[in-house]
Structures are given as structure tokens and as C-alpha cells.
């Protein structure tokens, strides 16, 4: 019995280990009602290369979509941002995305954006943004 019980820790950090690769291991998924909204706000627009700041934003430019997706337009331009590990509670509806520019950039990977409580004005949640996937129609050739 004595030789087991120096086991029981590392036991308890195996399963501890476990119990978080389980829940990073689970890609995220949207709603029927949310991708509906990306579909369309992306219909007829294609992928181009990631950028890593937007020049200009002005929060009416802005969409949020659920906790992990929030649109920004620029024209005919539409941005996808998926905050790394997502947004939370931001999608709910009941709150509001606060963001700074730092050094005349714009919005950059890597700022930190602060999800308020459209109520009271609290914090209840930050995330940090990724690289913006620009989405434009095709040029002709």
C-alpha cells in the first residue's frame, strides 16, 4: 500500500492534464442562425491574405457576429476576426466591445479588446485579437 500512495498525485495530474487537452481538443462551432449571418455578410466575396492591423474603424463599421467572429467593413471590404480562444460573453447581446488604438495603427493582432456590460458599463470580459482575414469580391480579368 505504501508504494502507491506516492502514485496517487501524478495520478491526479494525469487526470487534471486530461480534462484540459478534452476541452482544447473541441473545435468551435457556430449556430445555424450565426453562420447564416457570416454567409451572407460574406456572400460573393472570397479569402485574401491575413493583415495584421486595420488602418481605420469606426464601431458602427462593426458587427458582432458570436463570441468568437465580429465583422468589420471597410467598403466593400469585409474583415473576420476570430479572437484568440474567443470573446466571451460578447455574443450574448447584452454586451459591448471596447477597443484602443495604440500609436496610430488602428486595430492591430494582438491588442487587447475589453467586452463591457452594455448596463452598467463593467468589465466582464476581454480577449485579444488575431490577424484580420480581409474578404473581397474577385477582380475581373
Excluded at 506516492?6 to 468551435?28: E, M, R, S, V, W
Aim: proline share 5%.
Amino acid at each position: 500500500m505504501r508504494r502507491l500512495a506516492h502514485l496517487a498525485p501524478l495520478a491526479l495530474a494525469a487526470g487534471a492534464l486530461a480534462a484540459c487537452t478534452a476541452n482544447l481538443a473541441q473545435p468551435y462551432q457556430r449556430t445555424a442562425r450565426h453562420e447564416d449571418e457570416v454567409r451572407r455578410a460574406l456572400a460573393g466575396k472570397v479569402a485574401g491574405k491575413p493583415v495584421d492591423c486595420l488602418q481605420s474603424t469606426r464601431s458602427s463599421d462593426m458587427q458582432i457576429i458570436d463570441d468568437n467572429t465580429i465583422l468589420f467593413r471597410d467598403g466593400s471590404r469585409v474583415f473576420v476576426q476570430s479572437p484568440h480562444g474567443g470573446c466571451s460573453p460578447l455574443g450574448s447581446g447584452s454586451y459591448t466591445l471596447v477597443t484602443h488604438s495604440f500609436g496610430g495603427m488602428g486595430l492591430c493582432r494582438g491588442d487587447i479588446a475589453r467586452v463591457v456590460d452594455l448596463q452598467n458599463g463593467f468589465t466582464v470580459g476581454s480577449c485579444a485579437f488575431d490577424s484580420f482575414v480581409p474578404y473581397e469580391r474577385p477582380r475581373r480579368s
